[in-house]
Each structure stands twice: as C-alpha cells, then as structure tokens.
C-alpha cells in the first residue's frame, strides 16, 4: 500500500469517528444555545418593561460579553495594556484566538469572542463524545454525558465570551491524547490548555499517572514524549508568566492578582468553608453563598465514584479539581469550575443510564440552567 492510499484511509477513519461525534453533538450544541439566548431576551424585556435597577439593565444589555467575557473583550480589542495588574488574571489563550479573527471586516473584539467561545464548545462536545466512546464503549452514555454538559446550569458560560469552552476542549483534547498514547496530540493541547487558565496546570497530574502507568510499556522515545506531556501544561502557564516578566517585572503577578481577597482569595481550610455555607444555608442568611455547599458536597461523592468507576487519571485529576476550588477562601463560581472538571459529566452519563432518570435529571439540570441564566444576566450571580 502507498503512502496516498494510506493517507486516504486515514483520512477516512478520522470522517468515520467524527460524523458520528458531531451528529451526536449538534443537537445539545443548538438546544442550549436557543435556551440561553431565549433567556437572554427574556431578561431584557423584563429590565425594560418593568423599569429595573442599573445592576440588572447593565449586566442585560452586556449580555454574553458580561461579567468576566468584558474583560476578555477588552483584552482582544486592545491587548493587557490599561486594565491593571487584575486584567493579568486572565490568561491569553482565548483574547488571542478571538483577536486573530479581527481580520474579517466588520469583526468586533466581543462577537471574535464568542464565535471563538462557542466553536471551542461544539469542539468540547465533539471530543468528549468521542473519549467516552472510547473508554467506555457506550454511545448512549457518550450522547448523555453530551447533553448533560450542556444543560448543566453554569453552562450558559459556554455561550457567552468565557474561557470556559476552551479550556474543556483542551483538556478533553490532552486526555485522548494521553490515554490513546497520542503523545504529540497530549503535549500541544495540554500546552494550549496552560495559556488558557490557571487550573489548565492540573493535567500535569493525569499526564504524570499515564505516564507511570504505562512506563513499561513505551520505548525509549515514547517514555520521552510521554515526559512532555507532563511538563507540556506548566510550560504553558510559564510561557504567560515569563510574557508578564518582560513587560510587567513580575513572573507571579497573575496568580498574585487571582489569590487575592477580591477574587479568589487566599488559602483556606475547605471543611470549615463548607461547614460555614452550610450554617447559612440552614440559617436562611446568604442562601446564594449556601448553596454553593450543596454543590461542593455533590463534587466529592462523584469524585468519589470517579475514582471507583474510571482510571486513575480522570479520578485523580477531579480530585485536584476540587481540592484547588474548595481550599479558596470563598466558593463563588464553584459551580463554573466543575463544569470545566469534565469527568464529572462523564460520571454524570454513567448514572443516568435508565431513560426516565435520565429525563428527570436533565429536566432539573435544565430548570437551574434557566434560573442561573436569569440570576446571571440581572446581575445577581457571579458566573
């Protein structure tokens, strides 16, 4: 067989594995946008109808470019320059690809932004289709976990101008590259997951138990790219700080600026911050704070099902997850951060495996995706 022909049926198997992907996607990928936009609306209307505060018109009318997506915005429109040391916070991946679209006339930072968010979501879809199909064998739980990922209720950050999408794109994209010993495929998302937020770094830790994993096994070239796959994350975070280095004179800055009070805040222990959002959830005092507890306690049990029911890489790396969310000072946008932990939503499909549970957990997903949407778009939760 020639090398054409060899390309050619390639080429054939990679359509072969990703129609399938995307048929199963397309559809989740369409319904959750509808619904949020529908929100969206809704929201608007009723800031206008019922003449509400300037918190509510404001956090509306920026729409998917609020919250967090306007600094994105302005970080693709004119770069770091004039934000502060907090703009620094926000890692570059996203503002880089979203400012490459800047060449199509009439392109604006905001819309390059979220052309950029969502394409990276469908991708997300895509790609965890197809790794649950490959670790579990089981199209049914691969189009669950699918759907689940995008009604989850912090997943209207998929639709807006979050780095959120990419970040689960890239990881899904470094897992299936670990664990199908695509090493090249491991190192370049995993890398590109580093420029695209600070808990990109984490898949240091799956890399690193494959790589022992499998350390018998592999050549002496393979144990060599397998080894890159370990630092490739870090590396990529380096490649932001030592940017911040030359133009700013500080390596750390942006970890600085994310471990601050107003954001994430220092270090913590996390049983006494759960045990302290639990009493005010059970007080009735700062019931949007309390509920985060909820949330924490429903990570740890399927972290705890992870490690039981998928190697040892997808358990450890949710352990990591949630062990970088919880020991904050303050679990505002817990709820964002397990929705880019994506073993959760694999363990989610495994679950739901009879059609009337499934319906009943997706129906209930989908309902808080609606309130958090609303909530979000009056300003009154913080994705």
């Known amino acids: 067989m020639n090398v054409r022909t060899v390309g050619a049926a390639t080429t054939r198997s990679q359509w072969a594995v990703a129609v399938p992907a995307l048929r199963a996607s397309a559809m989740p990928f369409l319904a959750s946008r509808v619904l949020v936009l529908l929100v969206l609306g809704g929201v608007r209307l009723a800031t206008h109808f019922f003449k509400l505060g300037a918190a509510a018109q404001n956090a509306s009318h920026a729409g998917l470019l609020s919250w967090d997506a306007s600094w994105y915005e302005r970080i693709a429109g004119g770069g770091y320059s004039g934000l502060g040391d907090q703009g620094l916070r926000f890692f570059p991946l996203l503002p880089v690809l979203a400012r490459s679209l800047r060449a199509i006339p009439g392109m ?32 049914g739980c691969a189009r669950r976990a699918v759907w689940l990922l995008a009604f989850a209720p912090p997943a209207f950050v998929l639709v807006m101008g ?11 994209a470094a897992f299936l590259g670990f664990r199908q010993r695509r090493y090249g495929l491991a190192v370049c998302a995993a890398f590109l997951a580093g420029l695209c937020r600070p808990v990109g770094m984490l898949l240091a830790i799956p890399a690193a138990i494959e790589l022992a994993a499998n350390w018998f096994s592999l050549s002496k070239r393979e144990r060599l790219m397998a080894g890159g796959t370990v630092l490739a994350a870090p590396l990529g975070a380096a490649a932001y700080f030592s940017w911040v280095q030359v133009v700013f004179g500080n ?5 600085r600026e994310q471990l601050s009070l107003a954001n994430r805040g220092s270090l913590s222990d996390p049983f006494l911050t759960i045990a302290r959002d639990i009493g005010d959830l059970v007080d009735g005092i700062h019931l949007g704070v309390g509920e985060h507890a909820i949330w924490a306690v429903l990570f740890a ?40 932990c994506f073993p959760l939503v694999i363990a989610g499909g495994m679950l739901t495996r009879g059609r009337n549970t499934f319906k009943a957990v997706l129906g209930i997903s989908g309902l808080l995706l609606v309130t958090f949407s609303v909530l979000s778009f009056l300003g009154l939760y913080v994705p």
Do not use: Q
């Open 251 to 255: 390596f750390l800055l942006p970890l």
């Open 108 to 139: 604006t930072a905001g819309t390059s932004l979220i052309i950029v968010a969502n394409l990276a979501c469908l991708g997300a879809f895509v790609m965890l289709w197809r790794l649950v199909v490959f670790e579990l064998g089981d199209e």
């Open 162 to 172: 979050y780095a959120d999408s990419l970040l689960i794109a890239t990881s899904l």
């Open 301 to 340: 049990l399927l972290c705890l099902y992870i490690l039981w029911k998928l190697p040892a890489s997808y358990g450890w790396y949710a352990v990591a997850t949630l062990a970088v969310v919880l020991t904050a000072s303050n679990l505002s946008s817990l709820e964002r951060y397990g929705l880019g």
